[in-house]
């Protein structure tokens, strides 16, 4: 049997939709779907300020995550603590619009973290992503519109 584990998965588009980066972290943990959709997105964020991106769009398909986010209201559980970081990554950036988006517009990301092989480590794609997405790519920039 294998190993069970966490996928974050992340796209960053360019202002045309356009992937700039794509990436996936691992991790052996497991959490339920809106602790892991708050924890990538702090992945999202880590790795756009790792960029230098000084303007950004966080999408989610977690609905909780981006009300708690707009709402600057963050409960006294895990879930509010991971999203109060989250809350407070943003603030590093000059303009961060929280947006809530169907899973069927969050199709690459949702690929990206459950791309195989498992190898709990970070990986990242730049101007580009994995064959596997590949597909998916189209299915979102068309979402975009």
Known sequence: ????????????????????????????????????????????????????????????????????????SFPANYFGRVGKVVFDLASSFSSVIFSFTRRDGNVVAHEMAHLLPLDFSTRFWVGSFPERVAPFVELDSANLI
């Open 1 to 72: 049997m294998g190993e069970m584990g966490c996928g974050f998965g992340l796209v960053i588009r360019d202002t045309q939709g356009c992937v700039e980066r794509s990436g996936v972290k691992q991790v052996r943990e497991r959490w339920c779907p809106d602790i892991a959709e708050a924890m990538a997105a702090e992945f999202g964020l880590i790795t756009a300020r790792h960029m230098g991106l000084q303007q950004v769009i966080l999408e989610s398909d977690c609905l909780a995550l981006i009300t708690m986010l707009r709402l600057k």
